[in-house]
């Protein structure tokens, strides 16, 4: 089956430490997402990715990092310099036509807590 | 700048009734879309439906439907005949651009279906 997998599903950080959060899509989509969700909001954009090789930040990527070195897999490094990074974090993918139409997939989430 | 508002933290419904719930929407743009996904408590995103300014009917997809009043700048999903797995997160979203598509979400609406 296609899909979106994250790993962990949950991640505990001691603060100071850089983690990264794993998501694979076999989907063969061209764009892949990362958003942040806080306990009763809605999400927010960290980074995307339209292409292989090429990301943009988003609304709130200070504290975070990314890579696109194959179209499956969009990484997230949660780094030392995020100053409240316990959250819920979602990865998504969509075809990557450009089209306001263009529904985006996700993956199940990992929920990462600072210790 | 897109905005998108729901203004219910919370709503209840009795099993086996319809219920809606709001968004409202602030955008520049000539064309648009909205989009609805429902999180469970498991914390995927799940599509439910779409619907673009121009379209001339309303969306509907099985039980869910959009009722979309574009001189209110509104797009509230119906969802007909509740069920207990109907329980859940309900966001809704606006694709605008910004280099690429990118989603914007409202701080969501929880639905608790009572049996």
């Known amino acids: 089956d296609g899909g979106i997998t994250q790993s962990p599903k949950y991640l505990f950080r001691k603060e100071g430490q850089n983690v990264t959060l794993s998501c694979e899509q076999n989907l063969n989509h061209d764009a892949m997402y990362w958003y942040r969700q806080d306990p009763g909001q809605g999400l927010r954009l960290i980074y995307y990715?339209?292409?292989?090789?090429?990301?943009q930040k988003g609304d709130i990527a200070e504290g975070y990092s990314v890579s696109r070195e194959k179209k499956e897999s969009f990484p997230l490094t949660v780094t030392s310099a995020q100053k409240n990074p316990t959250a819920f974090y979602l990865c998504?993918?969509?075809?990557?036509?450009?089209?306001?139409?263009?529904?985006?997939?996700f993956g199940p989430g990992t929920r990462l807590t600072v210790l | 700048a897109q905005k998108i508002t729901q203004t219910q933290p919370g709503m209840f419904v009795q099993e086996k009734e319809a219920v809606t719930l709001d968004c409202t929407y602030d955008t520049s743009d000539p064309s648009y879309g909205l989009f609805w996904y429902k999180q469970p408590s498991s914390g995927e995103m799940i599509f439910l439906i779409y619907?673009?300014?121009?379209?001339?009917q309303n969306a509907t997809e099985g039980r869910y439907s959009l009722n979309f009043q574009k001189a209110r700048k509104s797009a509230n999903l119906v969802i007909s005949a509740s069920q207990l797995g109907d329980s859940a997160m309900y966001f809704c979203?606006?694709?605008?651009?910004?280099?690429?598509?990118?989603?914007?979400f409202g701080s969501g609406t929880r639905l608790l279906v009572r049996p």
């Open positions: 979203a606006m694709p605008y651009w910004d280099s690429s598509y990118k989603l914007i």
């Open positions: 998504a993918s969509s075809i990557g036509t450009g089209t306001s139409a263009e529904e985006q997939f």
């Open positions: 990715s339209q292409i292989v090789n090429d990301f």
């Open positions: 619907q673009g300014s121009y379209d001339q």
